[in-house]
């Protein structure tokens, strides 16, 4: 089973600042199935990023992905008070597919 | 538009069991994989089991091996997941997964 570990457990930061969010995996993800998603209170998680780099339908140009084999990093360039939230990365190309325990991004 | 519509939580005792039911609309259902995810109160994702388009390929988290079986109807846009042998630890939102598409979960809590 693939770990994920996500750095750190919780960033705080301030409106119009950068956000950079790391995913590190145990071993190679295959072919950079990683994905990113953004949780809020009460709702469903919705993706972001996959293939560790391309954006989801309907994301703004704000948030990019990054990275290949262990390392992977989401980037918000520009923080929107909308964007605090609970970030999570996963990898869907091993089975068991599995998940980082989860970035909090709070308001500072 | 892609809808998920989960069903089949509620509560139940230790050693009991439930069918979660998954209403898929808005895409070709039988040309993807499913998934169901989970999550405990309070707590992070956790990918429980998927199946293939054809339902020849399924996989679990080994914490369900065993007690949970996934299923599809795919001339019912349908996906199911049968879960035996509940424990406390089971306790979660269970949530229908495809193509980056999440629905909004059903509440299983498993409590004497």
């Known amino acids: 089973e693939i770990v994920l570990t996500q750095s750190p457990g919780t960033l705080s930061l301030s409106p119009g600042e950068r956000a950079t969010l790391s995913c590190r995996a145990s071993q190679s993800v295959s072919s950079s199935y990683l994905a990113w998603y953004q949780q809020k209170p009460g709702q469903a998680p919705r993706l972001l990023i996959y293939?560790?780099?391309s954006r989801a339908t309907g994301i703004p140009d704000r948030f990019s992905g990054s990275g290949s084999g262990t390392d992977f990093t989401l980037t918000i360039s520009r923080l929107e008070p909308e964007d605090f939230a609970v970030y999570y990365c996963q990898q869907y190309g091993n089975s068991p597919q599995t998940f980082g325990q989860g970035t909090k991004l709070e308001i500072k | 538009e892609v809808q998920l519509v989960e069903s089949g939580g509620g509560l139940v005792q230790p050693g009991g069991s439930l069918r979660l039911s998954c209403a898929a609309s808005?895409?070709?259902?039988?040309?993807?994989?499913m998934t169901w995810v989970r999550q405990a109160p309070g707590k992070g994702l956790e990918w429980v089991a998927n199946i293939k388009q054809d339902g020849s390929e399924k996989y679990y988290v080994d914490s369900v091996k065993g007690r949970f079986t996934i299923s599809r109807d795919n001339a019912k846009n349908s996906l199911y997941l049968q879960m035996n042998s509940l424990r406390v630890e089971d306790t979660a939102v269970y949530y229908c997964?495809?193509?980056?598409?999440w629905g909004q979960g059903t509440l299983v809590t498993v409590s004497s």
């Open positions: 997964a495809s193509h980056g598409y």
């Open positions: 293939g560790a780099s």
């Open positions: 808005g895409f070709t259902f039988s040309s993807y994989w």
